[in-house]
């Protein structure tokens, strides 16, 4: 990861030089973008860098959430997405919305291979024949026949029992990538007693004021993707209107949600950023042309609060 990282350093900063005006400019044209390149072939998804999986599959480092996104504005919120370069689409059996997501793909018309779509299973249906039947139920949902990635949504129940459910999956092919979600170092350590296939991914809350620096010193060591649920709190204690993020983002002309995904970004971390407005779809796409410094780096370090914004999930 850390010398995957260096080599995108390079990678971005040739990038900077050459596409990246180009590469803005198109996504400004918003929706104008689909239509030129077709809704395959947004000129964002040569932007979207991958991070390569302890088990060989590469997932875009950046993504869309769909947490509340229901029913027709799901469709379209996800199509739209995929329109403007969005690759990696994150749902979950408990949002109620994987119809919608799925509807939103076929809406969108690209070809399946190009995305990278992560579900993930409730707690209710843990266990293995349950496991196994949920999964089926998430695809059909969907309308597709193999999941990117399948997540356990938290670490509560017979997580034995669908994990080993997952590992067949996977086994199977039907399932390119198993991960976890909301899971510490204690759980990942009993999980790994008895699994034979080590998590993929831990999706975990993480943003400026819950930074996890410890959690993401511990993913690197298990070699296990970090990925990071709510990367803006949902705005909560003011994080599109924090100053110091704003003193950050006047340097670059950016905002504290393009500042905020760019501190996700060089962490390392894969971030799903949800919204329901094509303005901030773009706005949110639109961060590969500037680079925090270490400087930068240091002055949000102290934002972080090291409590969950979301106490009523706990
Ligand atoms: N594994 C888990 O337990 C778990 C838990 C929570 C979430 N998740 C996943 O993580 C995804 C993201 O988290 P989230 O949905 O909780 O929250 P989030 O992405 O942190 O924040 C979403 C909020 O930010 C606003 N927003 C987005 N872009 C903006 C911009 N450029 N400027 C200003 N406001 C902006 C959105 O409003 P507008 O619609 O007005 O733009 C929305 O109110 C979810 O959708 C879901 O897929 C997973």
């Known amino acids: ?43 964002a998804t040569s932007i979207i860098e991958s991070v390569t ?18 029913d027709e504005l799901g469709v379209n919120c996800v199509s739209d997405a995929i329109s403007l370069g969005y690759r990696l689409i994150d749902t979950a059996t408990v949002y109620g919305n994987e119809a919608a997501v799925g ?24 266990g293995y024949d349950t496991g196994k039947k949920a999964f089926q139920t998430s695809l059909d949902k969907l309308g597709l026949d193999y999941l990117d990635l399948y997540l356990l949504h938290r670490p509560r129940g017979d997580v034995k029992g669908a994990w080993k459910a997952m590992e067949e999956l996977y086994k199977e092919g039907r399932i390119k990538a198993i991960g976890i979600s909301n899971f510490e170092a204690h759980q990942i350590d009993e999980l790994l007693s008895y699994a034979t296939v080590k998590p ?3 999706q975990i809350e ?17 070699g296990i993707q970090m990925e990071a649920w709510s990367p803006f709190a949902q705005g909560r204690n003011g994080l599109f209107t924090n100053k110091v993020l704003a003193e950050v983002g006047k340097k670059y ?17 894969v971030a799903i950023p949800r919204t329901s407005k094509k ?22 370090a102290p934002l972080d609060l090291n409590i969950t914004q979301f106490p009523e999930w706990e």
């Not at 639109?286 to 680079?291: M, P, R, S, V």
Request: aromatic letters at 12%; zero cysteines.
């Open 1 to 43: 990861m850390e010398q995957k990282d260096l080599s995108h350093n390079i990678k971005r900063r040739d990038f900077i030089r050459t596409g990246a005006g180009f590469a803005a400019t198109t996504l400004f044209m918003g929706l104008g973008a689909s239509k030129l390149f077709g809704a395959g072939r947004s000129v």
């Open 53 to 70: 999986l302890n088990n060989g599959v590469k997932m875009p480092r950046l993504g869309f959430g769909t947490l509340y996104l229901t």
């Open 103 to 126: 509807g939103g793909i076929k809406k969108s018309g690209i070809d399946r291979k190009e995305l990278f779509v992560t579900s993930k299973m409730w707690v209710d249906d843990y």
């Open 253 to 269: 002309n950016k905002t504290n949600a393009q500042v905020s995904l760019r501190w996700h970004y060089q962490r390392g971390i």
């Open 279 to 300: 303005e901030h779809m773009i706005e949110n796409l639109d961060i590969f042309d500037f680079e925090l410094s270490d400087a930068d780096m240091k002055t949000i």
């Open 200 to 202: 993929a991914v831990n």
């Open 206 to 222: 993480t943003h400026a004021f819950f930074q996890e620096e410890k959690a993401r010193g511990e993913l690197k060591n298990y």
